[in-house]
């Protein structure tokens, strides 16, 4: 019988390595006020479930924690750059992040803005500069990356999300394409990227894309639900606020129970997917039920 | 004797073959409204000095068309990317750009957002995914490209320029600097990519870079010159804006002779720069040139 994983200590561990080499990375000189302004967004506690995913499928492909832990750190500035424009007063126009108030609130539109952008390009060219790998391996991480975060994954997504403000009649294939771009792409990119650079074959790397994308629509389904059923202080941002906007929800759309099995027959299904990863599999399969059971 | 190029009728050829090239370039699929947003800023004229720069510089290094044009686009995107962050409200809150409304004046400042995202990781991806060139000069593109829209490159400059905004106190060193990073690096990366493309040697890639710093400066000099002599006709941009919203420029800071001076010396020792050239320096040489004595 395998070993089970005591995934709270591993994430913690996990959690304090991804802090310091993000600590790290982000030391790079240019203005101070722009240098201040990114890391009160990257530093300011997080789940760091991309960075996570990344080294997890890395490991599980045979790859080591120092060639995944580049991209890792980048995954982890990507979704804050997108976090960052997305609470913008011109798009979801949010007031609190992860506990805190939102980067537009401390340091201005202007400074915000600037800092999503710095970090979309410096996340990158992270990756460049420090991946010990094959330059094939390097090139697809990037052009995976880009893809995640271009017009066909999250700033799509966002596109949709701007255009279902104004609609009643939102359906659950467009909130489920709309997920699948905005949280999905880059939860997939994430472990894509690790099997990458571990080095699994194109099979593995297509399981890990289809166990990304079911996960990160499951994570979403949960998001919706604990807007629904928490407070400030659980969830660290705004709660109720999905209601409030008459946003499309899933729990609006299904209702909570019906929402609740939906999440949980996609974290099902993604471990199915890995299956092919053999033992590498377990660790992914305790991040998915991890992602069913979290409460914040 | 060389024979002297005709640069209006050479120039004007080759932004149409541009020109073609973006509109190919950006039928991408995604939603409909970011399509139509990146159009208008994408499609809207311009000089397309960037994407000159970088067919110039190829050729002259014994390079194709065909291995720059991703490349040369590339450039042009990102310039708009930043050109349409730059415009924001909370930026320069500029509201006419290229002789029309900017961009968040007619879709929004959320889709304006969104569009210079998508620009931002679009044209890389452009890159990656059609330059037909040894991938090790494909990686050293998107490098310099990365690097050159950073925290150390036209972000880092937008960044000054913000803060400068509050100061009566600015020195001719900030402002260079600030240009630099904001135009120099973009137009020299230009330079730059298409040297690397057209395999040219360190020795003149390093050339090419000085050639662009010092081209990207007058650029800008010349820039401030015709915002205090021109009307919104001959610029396609409001005029007089630096003046009323007391902004640092060379004119105020040097006068108009002497800054026409500077960027007359500039100009000059740029094509010293790339004299190592030989017969290919002569069109750089013109564009060179051409910035100075261009009225608009």
Redesign the interface.
């Known amino acids: 019988m395998l070993k089970q994983i005591d995934l709270p200590s591993r994430l913690r561990s996990q959690r304090e390595l991804i802090n310091r080499e993000l600590e790290r990375a982000i030391q ?4 101070d ?2 240098y201040r302004t990114i890391r009160y967004s990257l530093l300011a506690g997080g789940k760091r479930v991309r960075p996570i995913l990344c080294l997890t499928a890395c490991a599980a492909s045979g790859g080591s924690t120092e060639v995944a832990m580049p991209t890792a750190v980048a995954l982890e500035m990507l979704h804050t750059a997108t976090l960052i ?1 997305d609470d ?1 007063p ?2 979801d126009n949010d007031d609190f992040r992860r506990g805190r108030p939102t980067n537009h609130k401390v340091f ?4 915000a ?2 800092a ?3 970090l ?3 996340s ?2 992270h990756v ?2 420090h991946t010990d790998a094959p ?2 391996r ?2 697809r991480v ?2 995976t990356l ?2 995640t ?4 994954g999250a ?2 997504g ?3 999300d ?2 279902m403000a104004d609609r009643e009649d939102v359906d659950l294939a467009t909130l489920e394409s709309m997920h699948t771009r905005k949280t999905g792409a880059l939860l997939s990119a994430a472990v894509v990227t690790g099997a990458v650079l571990g080095g699994a074959d194109e099979e593995l790397v297509r399981r890990a894309e289809s166990y990304g994308m079911k996960i990160g629509l499951a994570f979403q389904i949960i998001d919706d639900i604990l807007d629904v059923t928490s407070s400030l202080d659980e969830l660290g941002k705004t709660p109720h606020k999905d209601e409030k906007q008459r946003k499309a929800t899933f729990p609006r759309l299904l209702g909570l129970d019906q929402s609740r099995r939906r999440a949980t027959e996609l974290v099902a299904s993604a471990k199915q997917d890995i299956e092919l990863f053999g033992a590498g599999a377990q660790p992914l399969c305790a991040i998915a039920d991890f992602i069913l059971t979290r409460t914040h």
């Open positions: 790079i000189g240019g203005p006020e722009l424009h913008l011109s798009m201005g539109e202007g400074m803005l600037l999503g952008d710095a979309l390009s410096y990158l060219e460049l500069l330059t094939s390097v090139l990037i052009h880009l893809h975060i271009g017009i066909h700033i799509g966002q596109v949709i701007v255009q």
